[in-house]
């Protein structure tokens, strides 16, 4: 039954992309110089992880989706017959319809797997076989299985692109390709080989950088601009944060780490926030580090960002919506073109 005291709509649509981004686009094109042949290199590969990607890759990705954003209907449908498997074995909402709306932007078909139950798992059937089949089926599978060992069994036998759509706890460098895509269009400058001093930024990660995919695809992005970043805080609330050889990893790769549990104090000079609450842990969701809440009272620095990967819960006040801090939505419009742009190279393997 329909509540009829609800408000009817008397208010135009809002634009779906507003001058401010469009501007923030053009900011970014004018930053860097095209140099799209470094991106043939992935036309045959499929993507795992972030250590894929050097920083010349990630800059030429981040320009094509700038360019995608600044006129998202192309002209060309290079996609025109080519078929996407979306195959999601856990939810999501961004992941997925991200990945849909950049193959369908593109021209392409999509046959679509959004439970398991539904196909030949239920049955027992093994990863090598599906991928087997996927193979006969489609041009490109995008896999999301909370197994962070499926896509590795997958790709025994599968002779077709896969592409990473969050592996359990392990990665999600999509996701972080959207996130890094966020950051240069807020800051083109941090792409310069030099960064003055009192330009590099202080990056805070609310969340586990062992346990969440998506923290841990991001820290391995951002160690390729180590030149742009003054300092990381992961802030969490316990000792034991990274995975074994994960800190002296990304250390060896030039980012400086720090551990805090008390994020109120870093709030005031942080320029970027990154709050990651969920955590995936085998049989299902769980919240983590619920204790961090990120609101208009917080002690944000006047001109920091707000990122946010994932499904929002108690740790992100509505009330930041229609602030500037808000860049989350920014992230998740901009998942779209980042991946319109990564799925282009595929372009060049038909
Ligand atoms: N970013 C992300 O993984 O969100 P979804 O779970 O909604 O796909």
Known sequence: MVNRTQPLPTQPLKQLADSAHTERCTGLLEAIEEDSATLLDLANQSVVSARQFDRNKLTQLCRLAAKYENSPA????????????????????????SFESAWH????????????ATTGIAKGESYRDI????????????????NGTAIYEMMKSLRIPIINAGNGTDEHPTQALADMYTIFK???????TRVAEQD???????GVPGEMRTVRSLLLFLSLVPQAIE????????????SPGQRE????????????????????????????????????????????????DSPLKKDAIILHPLARGEELSTDLDETTHNWYFAQARGAVFIRMALLTCYVWLF
């Open 231 to 242: 300092e990381v805080v992961v802030i969490c609330n316990s000792d034991d944060v990274f």
């Open 105 to 116: 932007r593109l021209g392409g078909d999509i046959m679509s797997i959004t439970d398991p």
């Open 186 to 192: 807020w800051r083109p400058a941090l792409l310069q």
């Open 249 to 296: 990893e990304l250390e060896e790769r030039g980012l400086r780490l720090r551990v805090t549990a008390d994020m109120e104090a870093e709030l005031p000079s942080l320029d970027v926030v990154y709050i990651n609450a969920i955590v995936w842990s085998g049989g299902g969701y769980q919240e983590h580090g619920s204790e961090y809440r990120l609101s208009k």
């Open 131 to 146: 991928a087997e089949m996927l193979s006969g089926y489609g041009d490109v599978v995008v896999l999301r299985d909370s």
């Open 74 to 97: 192309p002209v060309q449908r290079p996609l025109t017959g080519k078929i996407l498997i979306s195959a999601f074995y856990e939810p999501s909402t961004r992941t997925r319809l």
């Open 200 to 206: 590099r930024i202080r990056i805070g990660i609310i």
